[in-house]
Each structure stands twice: as structure tokens, then as C-alpha cells.
């Protein structure tokens, strides 16, 4: 294995859920629902593989589902996309990142992303032989995640290439503020550098919140590229349909390096995709109403267990303090937990560089059913 793939192991989402799956554990570490998505979707799925969607479909994504992403943006966000050229089909948002990464770095050019990130950010950077500069996301007084503004204006230099943006934040929850956003607009624009944002949690917002997507603030749209996936909106994390939005610099950049890594993506999902897309507003508001009853539900019972929390604004996830519980390592806490009460979680720290700054924080999944939830809170109060 290459020196620069070394550091890298099993992800822990891996792990996580392989642990799950042999002790039996209720599964709350790695994020994917357990009900699936519109039937009318799963429907035009089957359909379309009877009817013939499965050889090679065009490179860049059939030409109705890059219009219905198109549609997306323009009807939610107000950004216009040409789907010919400024819309890219990949296989998932993380083929688009890591695709993103590597067709616009240079060895040692700089990527600035906010930590605690996703894990497979580092990789792709890694990968690409370019260099992270993390800016440290801390629990604020008003119950916040917040950064440092001067941490950030710090973090910018000569060899900067890109900032990579998670909004709303895994696995955190926060959701940038167009504050926020504007300070990190203004710093790409003035030493010019791409934004690459992904916003798989677009729509998993809670307590009336909205999302703000970067591009469309001032300067950015022509420097950003906006990565979404179905997985998180439709509830179909195993179909690894993203997207990459962007200008066609940008997009045909990535489309270079992604024909070379899968070439193309499964056929029968993307007219499914396409049809989901264009489902109603209901459908949006709904799922989110539910998504956020299980969040409180979760929270609740975390918190009468003896965890505290912080509580999410957006995403899947509920991020707890294990040091009411005794827990001062939650590496150490989650490989413990299935043994200690049947409850698989997600240690934060190795979406750390700063590790200290997140050693006693655990992750749990909200996106179960709520008998699900009640089941993994009962055996969660055994640890008091
Ligand atoms: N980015 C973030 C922040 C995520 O949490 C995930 C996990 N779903 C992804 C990217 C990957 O998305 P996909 O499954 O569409 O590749
Ligand atoms: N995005 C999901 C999470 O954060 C899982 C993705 C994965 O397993 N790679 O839990």
C-alpha cells in the first residue's frame, strides 16, 4: 500500500456496523435510515431495470435526471445550472469530492475544511497528495458549533486551493449561518480560491431552519462546486447516486478525473432519481417534520440517560458528552458499548486532526424508527 494510504484503516462506519451486525447491537453509529424512500421512486426503479435502462448510460448522467437537478436547484436554492455542461452525474456525493479533489489539487496545495469532517475528506486529500488545514469547530456558550474567525482568516495562505464546506455539518448538526458564510465567501473571493461545498443534508433541517448553499453568495457561484446526493434526501443510501453542480470549468474538470474512476453510474437509478426530484414540496416538508420527531426522541431519551447533548439543527446525527457517564475516551466508550448495553455509536474523534477536541464526544444516528430509538434508549439507561 502506498506510504500515502497508510494512515488510513478500516472507516469507522466499517467497523461500526460490523460490530452491529456481530454482537447484535442496535445500530445508532452509521448514518442510513431504516425505511426506504418514495414508493413512487423505488417504483420507477424496478421499471425502469424491466424496461431496458441497463447498459452504459451517457457520462455525465441521462439527460432527464441532470434537468430534473437543474429543476432542484433553480426551485429551492434560486441557482441556474445548464444541464448540459454544469450539472455532473456521480456515484454518490463522494466520488464527486474525492473526483473534485483530485482534478483541482495539486501536490501540496492546501484544503481547508472544517474538523470535526467527514472521514472520507482526508482520504481524498491524502490521495491527491495535497495537505488539510483544519479549522476547529467548538460548542459555543449559545449551544452552537463555532469556529474562530481569526483560526480561519490564519488558515488561508499562498498554497490554498480550495475550501471544502459541509453544510449542514456531519457530525456536528450544525448548519452554517449566512453570517458565516459570508465571512468564508468573502476570504475565497479575496484570495481566490474554489469552494467545493457538500450539502448531502440539504434538506434535513430543523426548528424552521433553512439552508443557505455558499454559491449563492456574492463571488461565489462561479467558483463553487455544490455536491448533493439522493442518498440522505430519499432515503436511499445504497443507490450512491450525487451530483456535482458548478461552472463548466469546474464540472468538466471533475467529469476528466470521474470517467476515469467509474466511467459511468447505474442506469435504472437515474430515471428513479429524476422522478424523486420532482416530487412535490410535501414530500420535502414531511420528511423532515419526521426526521426532526426522531431527533427529539432521541435526544430526550440520550439525555435521560445521562449523556449531555447538544442539539442538531440539521442532519442525522446527535452528537454526546460522555463525561457525565464516566467516559473520557469514546473510542475506547463505543467499542465497549455493544457489550456494555447493546448500542452501537460513532466515536467524533476520528473526524479530528485535534483529537483532544473531541475525545469525549460519541455519535449517535437519529434516522430509525421510533420503536428503534425507544429500544436503544431502554438499553442505553443501563449505563447510569
Ligand atoms: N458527505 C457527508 C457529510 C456524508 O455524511 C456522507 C454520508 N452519506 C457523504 C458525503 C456520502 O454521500 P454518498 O453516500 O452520496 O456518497
Ligand atoms: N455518511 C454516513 C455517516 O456519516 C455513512 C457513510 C459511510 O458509511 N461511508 O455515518
Same mark, same amino acid.
Given at each position: 500500500l502506498v506510504a500515502r494510504m497508510q $494512515? /488510513?484503516? #478500516? #472507516?469507522i462506519f466499517a467497523e461500526m456496523s460490523a460490530l452491529a451486525v456481530r454482537t447484535g447491537a442496535v445500530n445508532l453509529g452509521q448514518g442510513f435510515p431504516d425505511t426506504d424512500g418514495p414508493p413512487g421512486m423505488l417504483d420507477a426503479a424496478a421499471k425502469a431495470l424491466q424496461t431496458g435502462a441497463n447498459q452504459y448510460p451517457p457520462g455525465p448522467g441521462i439527460p432527464a435526471l441532470r434537468s430534473a437537478i437543474a429543476d432542484h436547484q433553480s426551485t429551492f436554492w434560486g441557482l441556474e445550472y445548464d444541464p448540459d455542461g454544469e450539472v455532473l452525474v456521480t456515484a454518490g456525493a463522494t466520488e464527486a469530492i474525492t473526483a473534485a479533489i483530485l482534478a483541482l489539487c495539486e501536490p501540496g496545495d492546501e484544503v481547508i475544511c472544517f474538523e470535526p469532517y467527514y472521514d472520507s475528506y482526508a482520504a481524498a486529500i491524502a490521495l491527491a497528495g495535497a495537505v488539510r488545514r483544519p479549522v476547529t469547530l467548538r460548542p459555543g456558550s449559545d449551544g452552537r458549533y463555532e469556529f474562530d474567525a481569526a483560526a480561519l482568516r490564519a488558515a488561508f495562505g499562498p498554497r490554498t486551493r480550495l475550501v471544502l464546506l459541509n453544510s449542514p455539518h456531519n457530525p456536528t448538526g450544525k448548519v452554517f449561518t449566512r453570517d458565516e458564510l459570508a465571512l468564508i465567501a468573502r476570504l475565497c473571493v479575496s484570495h481566490d480560491v474554489y469552494a467545493v461545498t457538500d450539502e448531502v443534508y440539504e434538506h434535513l433541517i430543523f426548528d424552521g431552519g433553512s439552508h443557505v448553499p455558499l454559491? +449563492?453568495? $456574492?463571488?461565489m457561484r462561479d467558483r463553487t462546486l455544490q455536491i448533493s446526493s439522493a442518498g440522505k434526501t430519499f432515503s436511499? +443510501?445504497?443507490?450512491?447516486v450525487g451530483w456535482a453542480c458548478g461552472p463548466v470549468e469546474l464540472v468538466s474538470a471533475v467529469l476528466r478525473v470521474k470517467q476515469f474512476l467509474t466511467f459511468v453510474n447505474a442506469a435504472p437509478l437515474q430515471p428513479a432519481v429524476a422522478y424523486a426530484l420532482s416530487l412535490p414540496r410535501s414530500y420535502y416538508e414531511e420528511f423532515r417534520a419526521d426526521l426532526q420527531a426522531k431527533r427529539d426522541r432521541l435526544i430526550g431519551g440520550l439525555t435521560e440517560a445521562g449523556f449531555s447533548v447538544l442539539v442538531p439543527e440539521g442532519t442525522y446525527f446527535v452528537t454526546a458528552d460522555i463525561t457525565g457517564l464516566g467516559g473520557t475516551d469514546g473510542v475506547e466508550f463505543c467499542r465497549e458499548l455493544p457489550a456494555r448495553c447493546g448500542v452501537v455509536a460513532v466515536p467524533?474523534?476520528? /473526524?479530528?486532526?485535534?483529537v483532544a477536541a473531541g475525545r469525549h464526544l460519541v455519535r449517535f444516528a437519529f434516522c430509525k424508527k421510533p420503536e428503534v430509538l425507544d429500544e436503544a434508549v431502554s438499553r442505553l439507561r443501563r449505563l447510569a
Open positions: $494512515p /488510513f484503516g #478500516t #472507516t454559491a +449563492t453568495l $456574492p463571488g436511499c +443510501t445504497g443507490w450512491k467524533s474523534q476520528v /473526524f479530528y486532526d485535534n
